[in-house]
């Protein structure tokens, strides 16, 4: 969104989200805003798909929780601050936004990932055993063949 269709409340709105401390009346400079925001926005990515890895990825329950909880905040902080983010801002903050989707959906149904990764490891297994029993009679059939000459 440009600065320049926003009414000096939403201006102050929105600096009061991306710039702590600011007072109310105080002269907010485009550019200070601007870059504020791509600070506020990049750091609160770059901890949302951290805290996202660290679900997914941790096996201790207490760092699951809490990276879970800290996730849902920063989840929550870009929400707030899409409306006055630029093009590329909005793609960034939609990309994390996913990522938060998709861990939300593994961290509140662990059994339906079990339940894939059980398949996936059949899957696996099977598909190893033929490629060796494959292999076998390939060796089988090079083997008898040069056994007969």
Known sequence: MGLLGLSRKQKETWASIVIQGIKPGMQID?????NATEIYISQHIRILEDSVRLVMESKNQKTREERY???L??????SKIQKYADKKQKKRIADAQDQFMIMNENYKHPERIRKQEKQDRKKKKR????????TMEILDDI???????
Do not use: I, R, V
């Open 30 to 34: 485009d550019a200070l805003l601007k």
């Open 69 to 71: 909880d800290l996730s």
């Open 73 to 78: 905040q920063h989840f929550d902080a870009l």
């Open 127 to 134: 598909d190893d055993f033929w490629e060796t029993y494959g």
């Open 143 to 149: 083997l008898g063949d040069h056994k007969k000459s």
